[in-house]
């Protein structure tokens, strides 16, 4: 029986990019890794990455915005930074582990429309979705 890696996705709001990209890790890598998000400031998970996420029908509406105190483990095997200020501001993890930076545009910080803001969300969750796809499969 193999066990699977652990992986934890860093932001700083742990409100859009950590968390959908912690679904979508889990939906695509279920069997070969345990997903795990936090922020360095977390905040609250934003309604329209539970939509755009849902759209896929994947449920992320138990989902929380968290810190990294908050994860009941303390060592991974891989760290994902999706923000750059999640990447300055990393707290120190113990043990020895992948560190990938790999930053997203933050759909919080998108204006215009109702319509063109849910359009940029569903971009970044594609971008996000892709990105992890093509790339985590040589580390696990």
Known sequence: MTTKKTILILCTGNSCRSQMAEALIRHHFNHALDVYSAGTKPSFVHPKAITVINEL???????????????PIKQFDIVVTVCDNAKESCPFIPGKHTLIHQPFED????????????????RIRDEISATFITTLPQYI
């Open 57 to 71: 029908g994947i449920d992320m509406s138990t989902h929380s915005s968290k810190l990294i105190t908050d994860i």
């Open 107 to 122: 759909p919080a910080d998108l204006t215009g429309t109702p319509e063109a803001i849910l359009d940029g969300f569903k």
